[in-house]
């Protein structure tokens, strides 16, 4: 059975950092391809980064590019969301998600393409 769970969200002033984290069990992620979708209140959920399961190519939203960056530890089985001079309208709930089904070399940025999710961990920035 496939699991991810996300942790690492918190309360932070503008221009503060965080990291998320993404611990993924039943699943090699070195496998499948691996996102970060956010959902702010009101909105719809929207992408933010993914990382295919080489590892070799990323993607960003434009709204986070520069900013955020995607990475992954195959030892821990875990990706990661650095998230860098952080804005109040990031404030959202960050939920990892992964694809059990695709080539590890796909990426994608659409949430149908993924077939598992976690809770989700509130990030919320004060200005």
């Known amino acids: 059975q496939v699991h991810v769970v996300e942790s690492g969200g918190g309360l932070v002033q503008t221009g503060d950092s965080l990291r998320l984290v993404c611990a993924a069990s039943g699943l090699t992620i070195r496998s499948y391809p691996m996102g970060w979708f956010r959902q702010a209140p009101g909105k719809e959920r929207e992408f933010v980064a993914a990382i295919s399961g080489t590892g070799v190519r990323t993607y960003y939203a434009d709204s986070v590019k520069g900013r955020f960056t995607i990475s992954r530890d195959s030892g821990k089985n875990t990706i990661y969301l650095h998230m860098n001079s952080l804005k109040p309208e990031d404030t959202a709930v960050y939920y990892c998600?992964?694809?059990?089904?695709?080539?590890?070399?796909?990426?994608?940025?659409?949430?149908?393409?993924?077939?598992?999710w976690g809770q989700g961990t509130q990030v919320t920035v004060s200005s």
């Open positions: 998600a992964a694809d059990g089904t695709s080539a590890a070399s796909s990426i994608y940025i659409t949430s149908r393409a993924y077939d598992y």
